[in-house]
């Protein structure tokens, strides 16, 4: 089963983050979160749980009677610390239709989406196999789709690391490369006369450009791999808070819209083995064939070549 996390799954009405502004200047510290029920009473109370289902604040008072109405008493209710541990992208999540503004309540195989009440009898009137999102979420707790979530991004951060490391290793042989050629020229330069310094001074900046090129392009390359790393430590601490701080919609939502994120990165990876970014590039000197008569006949030094070779780096991709 793969649910698309889409904007759906977010409302355009008033959240969370209203009742936060409604109390600052009065916070010492750290932001607190108003009761809505009381708040609808026009009575200040801070609220010690939060109901995502509800997307309210709940006081001490109305969360024992959020538990034993008949409408709400099955609902997910998180005590407000662990709330403000959550990542705003996961604690933002709403359970709520866009289009309706009603509670997501089914799930469509077919379309493979969330859906309220309205949306089956508009977009899904002809739709059958519909399941309640309660029975998704309870069944995602053990699908284990977090840990491979979670197996997918240490692999791919494996393959990030790898992939620096080899091109470490080849700025390391491309510098080692162009020293050795650079000290055969410095030798060679000795047995010619100064009539030949402009060609002295063509031929290692072919070796200076050359090595560049590949030093810019591989640079390039460890840049990205330093932001895709980091991106990938924001989504490990993203799972990890949805494990330990989020309900099981929350967790199961977010899940989803972290599954875009990572097939996004697995494609980027994709990307690198269909291309030339991950080959060996190397440097390479071709002597004049007529290098012992350079002091008379011969107009170069010889030829600096950039050779790229097939990559030696395994790159492990995981298929969804």
Sequence with gaps: MNIKASETYCCGHSCWFDRYIHLEGQMDTQAKVLCGICDAQHVTKTAVFWCPECDDGLCNECSSHHSFSKASRHHGVISIEDFSKLPTDISSIMQHCTEHEKTLQMYCPRHDQLCCLLCISTSHKDCTGMLPTEEIAKTFQSSGLLESLQNSLEGMKTNFDNIVQDRQKNLSKIKEQRQ???????????????????????????????????????????????????????????????????????????????EEKIESEETYIQSLTEDDRLNTFSLKYAQSEFIEDLLQNSKSFGLISKESSSRTIVIKLKKF
């Design 180 to 258: 050795k050629i650079y000290e055969v020229l410095k030798r060679l330069r000795k047995r010619i006369n100064s009539h030949f310094d402009k060609l002295e001074k063509e031929i290692i900046e072919q070796l200076c450009n050359a090595e560049c090129d590949m030093n810019i392009k591989i640079e390039g390359l460890l840049k990205e791999m330093q932001e895709k790393s980091e991106r990938i430590a924001v989504l490990q601490t993203n799972i990890s808070y949805l494990q330990n701080h989020a309900s099981d919609v929350q967790s199961f939502i977010g899940s989803k819209k972290l």
